[in-house]
Antibody, heavy 121, light 107 residues
Framework: QVQLQESGPGLVKPSQTLSLTCTVS??????????WNWIRQPAGKGLEWIGRIHTSGSTNYNPSLMSRVTISVDTSKNQFSLKLSSVTAADTAVYYC?????????????WGQGTLVSVSS | QSVLTQPPSASGTPGQRVTISCSGS????????VNWYQQLPGTAPKLLIYINNQRPSGVPDRFSGSKSGTSASLAISGLQSEDEADYYCAAWGDTLVFGGGTKLTVL
């Protein structure tokens, strides 16, 4: 059973870069054909897809965040990461990492528990 | 403002059948499959329905999904108190888009 766990600072100052890591256990991040996703959810609001990285390293980003987002993968550590630059209070949210199969239309099937990141001075 | 449109709330009494709608466009639901997630308070979303009407192992058959054109629906029959949660639809377009979520209250 695949498990995902987010980690990183819970507090980031405005204009700085938010950095999170997702550690995958129960399977190799580089085996099979999967996308590794980041999704966020502001308190009391809905879900927003941030972007994804394929096992091969190719990425796709939400156009609304593309200019500030970088997703990378470290297969040696079985981890993938999110960097979001120039953050503001609007980036305060619970951030989830998640997995989806690299087949058109297939869902996100495994989610991490989520980690709250607050942007405040 | 979410790309997919869901009613913000729904309610029903135990044993009832409730439906939650999800409206999109030709660029998302119209050309791609729909997935549904259940989110209990303080927890991560859980996959409830995938590829329009398929249930993952362990999801009761009380939950069913359908899709027609640019809209989709989630139906819950035999409503139970533990079904009280937020429900989200999702579909791939150019990106993954979600509905705004529907808060289901079991009266």
């Amino acid at each position: 059973q695949v498990q995902l766990q987010e980690s990183g600072p819970g507090l980031v100052k405005p204009s700085q870069t938010l950095s999170l890591t997702c550690t995958v256990s129960g399977g190799s991040i580089s085996s099979g054909s999967y996308y590794w996703n980041w999704i966020r959810q502001p308190a009391g609001k809905g879900l927003e897809w941030i972007g994804r990285i394929h096992t091969s390293g190719s990425t796709n980003y939400n156009p609304s965040l593309m200019s500030r987002v970088t997703i990378s993968v470290d297969t040696s550590k079985n981890q993938f990461s999110l960097k979001l630059s120039s953050v503001t209070a609007a980036d305060t949210a619970v951030y989830y990492c998640a997995r989806s199969l690299a087949v058109a239309g297939t869902p996100i099937d495994y989610w991490g528990q989520g980690t709250l990141v607050s942007v405040s001075s | 403002q979410s790309v997919l449109t869901q009613p913000p709330s729904a309610s029903g009494t135990p044993g009832q059948r409730v439906t939650i709608s999800c409206s999109g466009s030709s660029s998302n639901i119209g050309t791609n499959t729909v997935n549904w997630y259940q989110q209990l308070p303080g927890t991560a979303p859980k996959l409830l329905i995938y590829i329009n009407n398929q249930r993952p192992s362990g999801v009761p058959d009380r939950f069913s999904g359908s899709k027609s054109g640019t809209s989709a629906s989630l139906a819950i029959s035999g409503l139970q108190s533990e079904d009280e949660a937020d429900y989200y639809c999702a579909a791939w377009g150019d990106t993954l888009v979600f509905g705004g979520g529907t808060k289901l209250t079991v009266l």
